[in-house]
């Protein structure tokens, strides 16, 4: 399903027992199956496993194919899972909840050209600046998709200092990416904490259709 809309679904244990870990399980296979019958494309991109045999601690589904948007949407909250505890036969409890949560999982890279750079000539002042302010050997580089702005003054040729302002911003941009990056993996990790016990969007239940 190539160029099809895509969009990825982490559905998440968080703290909760080892239920809730058979939980995650039962409702992806719940979830990919109302996906398959409404022709869209569901693929496990990451899966940590529970303690137990065929459980989950969580899930990272991307999913594709026209309607994503809603079908996301439908699946998006607390959602809970009812049935017995297969695991403790001595408790009364028969609700088990998971988050469910759109996610991003790669940040845009900031691609690098030194035709989007704009370089110009400028004189700055400071110590020993009088030489500086005559001759317009300092460098203002200006990258023009992300507004990034250096200025070099440190070598007596313009092309040196041009070479090196061009540095300069490979690395601040490498930095901004790599900085993006680390803020796109923790916002991942932040759903495990958002589950909500409770007011469930969903309640799904074994050999039984939703209950919205």
């Known amino acids: 399903m190539s160029g099809a809309a895509a969009e990825h679904l982490l559905l998440s244990a968080g703290r909760g ?9 039962q409702l992806v296979r719940r979830l990919e199956a109302e996906a398959g019958r409404r022709g869209l494309t569901t693929r496990r991109v990451q899966t940590v496993p529970g303690d ?8 990272l589904l991307r999913i594709s194919g026209d309607g994503v948007g809603p079908f996301v949407g439908s699946w998006t909250g607390t959602l809970c ?13 028969k ?15 900031t691609s690098f ?19 500086r302010n005559k001759a317009s050997t300092a460098v ?15 070598e007596r040729q313009f092309s040196q ?15 901004d990416d790599r900085e993006a990056g680390r803020a796109v993996t ?10 909500v016990r409770g007011d469930p969007v969903r309640v799904e239940r074994p050999d039984t259709g939703p209950e919205h």
């Open 52 to 59: 137990r045999p065929g459980t989950h601690r969580s899930v």
């Open 161 to 175: 200092n041009r070479r090196l302002a061009l540095e300069l911003l490979r690395q601040r941009i490498a930095h």
């Open 17 to 25: 027992p080892q239920e809730c870990a058979w939980a995650v399980a």
């Open 81 to 93: 899972w009812q049935a017995p505890s297969p695991y403790r036969a001595d408790t009364g409890r």
């Open 186 to 195: 923790a916002a991942r990790w932040r759903i495990h904490d958002e589950l």
């Open 95 to 109: 609700n088990w909840y998971v988050v469910a949560r759109p996610c991003t999982v790669d940040a845009p890279r």
């Open 140 to 154: 203002r580089a200006t990258h023009r998709p992300s507004g990034l702005v250096v200025v070099v003054d440190t």
């Open 113 to 131: 050209t030194e035709a989007d750079v704009d370089v110009v000539g400028c004189r700055t002042g400071g110590p020993g600046g009088q030489h």
